[in-house]
């Protein structure tokens, strides 16, 4: 009697987790962009560089702005009706720092990390 291999389903995961959340860290600012991987298009991002934001910051590129720009951009996603969002980050990211700031303050906001 041959029992037959269990029958897996098929693979979905691309269209489960559509939003993609890209931090990038330079010396000087901090970046954080959500990518729609379907149509491969921006679908919000938050920078530090952005003009409105600099006079509230002490300085771009430390923890305190990281989370703040996570905040700013979490803010963006719920009046973009985007409820959850997958992180991707790069071989020498780790969770520490300044992306732990900004992925908790994501939470902090309401947005569900998949």
Do not use: C, W
Request: charged content about 25%; overall charge positive; aromatic content about 6%.
């Amino acid at each position: 009697m041959v029992i037959p291999p269990p029958v897996k389903p098929p693979r979905i995961m691309k269209f489960l987790k559509p939003y993609v959340l890209k931090m990038h860290f330079t010396n000087k600012f901090v970046n954080a962009q959500v990518i729609h991987s379907p149509t491969a298009t921006v679908a919000s991002a938050a920078s530090s560089q952005e003009k409105t934001l600099r006079p509230t910051m002490e300085s771009t590129r430390d923890v305190a702005a990281a989370a703040m720009i996570g905040k700013i951009l979490g803010e963006r996603l719920l009046l973009q009706d985007i409820p959850a969002v997958t992180v991707f980050l790069k071989r020498d990211q780790k969770y520490h720092g300044k992306v732990k700031a900004v992925i908790d303050s994501l939470r902090e906001v309401g947005i569900k990390l998949l």
